[in-house]
Structures are given as C-alpha cells and as structure tokens.
C-alpha cells in the first residue's frame, strides 16, 4: 500500500456554477497525484498536490522520443451522493500491459487503483451532480530523463489528474457518418497499437482532418497488413450486429483491449447472443449493408460508452444503417452501462468500486 503524502492547496478554484456547460478536458480539479520512479530506487514518493505545471529541461527525452503512457476512466456521481469508480482494475492491469510494451517500470495495480481512489477521494466535491456528466480521471507516465539519445530512460514521473466532464450526450444520441480509411494506417503488428501511448493518437490526427474536412465524424481503420480488415473507429473499439450476431476486431496486437469494449461483449453474451471476435473484411460489411444484413453499427469507449453509426463509406461507396435512429440494441447497451455506471440499475457483475 502506498503511503501517500498530502498537500492541499492554499488556493481553491471556484467549482463550476454551469455544469451543463463543462465540456470535455478543459476545466482541472485543485489537486493532482504525483510518484517518481529512479532507476535502484524504484517508485517513490507518492503524494497528492495543488495542480500546477510541470518544470522540464528542453531535452527530457520524453519531448523526442515519446516514451509515454496513459489511461481514461472515470467517476460517478449517484443519487444517493455517492461517489464511484467503473472497474478501475481493468484499467491498472491494461497500464502494466502498456508499460511493459513501452519499457517503462509498471505501476502494481494496487497502487495504481488506491491512487485514483484517493485523488477522486480528495476531488469528491469535483464529481459533477448533473446526470450524464462526469470525473475524467487522466492516469499518465512520462519518461524524465536529460539527454539525447534512443533508449529507455531511467526516471519517470506517474501522474493522474481529473477533469469534470459534461455528458457526451448533451443533446441526445445522434448517430454519425463513417469513413474508412484505407490509405493512412495505424497500427501493425509488433507495433503498439494495443497499447494507449500519443504516438498512436497523433499519427491518426491527419486522417481524422482529412474525414472531418469531408463530413465525417470519425475514421475506421483498417489492419496496417492487407488493408482490408477493420480494426478500431477513431479513439474508440468498434462492433457490428449483422444477422444477428456481434462481431469486432480481435484484441491480437494492433487492437485497444477496451473497458467498454470488454462490457459490451459480456453484456451481449449474457443477453444471448453470439460475440465473434476475429477479422471482419471491411467488403464483407459493405456486402451485409447492400443486403440488408448490416442492423447495427456503434463504437465502444469511455467517454460516449458507445456512439452509434449510421453511415459507412469506403472507395465511394456509402451504406446506410438504420437512418437516423439509434439502434435497438445499442439503445440497451448504452442504457444498461451507464445505468450502472450512475447506480441507476444494479451491479450484477462486481464493476462498481464505491469511493467511500
């Protein structure tokens, strides 16, 4: 167990008055979690502080090399008042996963879990009240080694800061248009697209322009091998409901293993149906669309939980999905998670971890 030191700031922000108007990532709560790791020395010092900026000579290798890390979760507010985490151990566990694919030192989960715990802890009164809005909580590391030079580095600073977000949803569910991309790439395998480092989200950010200056709201991937496998959906895992079954990418490499994503699929296993997790050829679902077999597209992540998709279109070609209209199941889906995700319904499953 960590012994976390506590600093609390001489200066607090005023809280939001408009909690409808919060947007997403762009308003800090008062404290942040802060450890360092040196190398014979390990992680060390964990503490809780005002949040503030980070001091860095010009030349820390994570500037250069991007040897960074992060995770995305969040907290809820009931309406009981309490305060609530969506299986942060999912989490911690996939920060080891990224962590050791990065060749930074990991963090035991158990560290990792109280550290969020005890930030959000300290953060409560930050806990929006308004339904639908939320804590992000942004768990990050960075190397902080001084000097040029490709290698691992031999410090490291682990951060967590949280931001109250409103809800991802603010004026309905609206299903949106997608275009696949089949020229830029992001992943392949032995890469680190299994993994939530920047480089796989900037290396996305020109694509994403190029869809966007078009109409669409998000980029498909396709695999980074043939080009003719989907993958993942902007910043978010993907599913498609054709004759009635669910299928996704397979988490083998070049796939984000998903919180959501990892719901969703034992939510709709649980509901009967049949989750098949492979390759799915980006032709085989235009094909589904043309015959009517394509009933439901969404993606799957933490901030929308999941974002429904009416149009896909790839080399010209466009198919509908169910109009305008959320699809059936996916209405359940959305409605069943964040019913629990609130505590609006039960947790049957052992997801919740209550910060008393």
Known sequence: MLNI???????????????????????????????????????????????GPFSLDPATVVFHYAQELFEGMKAYRTAENKIQLFRPDCNANRFIDGCNRMGIPPIPAEDFVQAVEELVRMEK?????????????????FATDVGLGVHASKNYTFVIIAAPSGAYYAEGINPVKIYVEDEYIRAAPGLTGAVKCGGNYAASIKAGELAEEKGYAQVLWLDGVEKKYVEEVGSMNIMFKIDGKIYTAACVGTVLPGVTRRSIIELCKD???????????????????????????????????????????WKGESVDIGGDKI???????????TGIQWGKLPDTKGWIVPVE
């Open 271 to 313: 509901w009967g149906y049949e989750v098949i997790e492979g390759k799915l050829a980006i032709a085989d679902i235009m094909q589904a669309g043309r015959d009517g077999k394509l009933e439901e597209v969404f993606g799957t992540g933490t901030a929308a939980v999941v974002s429904p998709v009416k149009e896909l279109t």
């Open 327 to 337: 699809g059936p199941l996916t209405q359940k889906l959305y409605d069943t998670l």
């Open 125 to 141: 009164d930050w806990v929006p009240h308004t339904d639908g809005a939320s804590l992000y909580i942004r768990p990050y590391v």
């Open 5 to 51: 030191r506590i600093e609390k700031t001489t200066c607090p922000k005023a809280k939001p008055a408009d909690e409808t108007k919060l947007g997403f990532g762009k308003i800090f709560t008062d404290h942040m979690f802060v450890m360092d790791y040196a190398e014979g020395k390990g992680w060390h010092d964990p503490r809780i502080v005002p949040y």
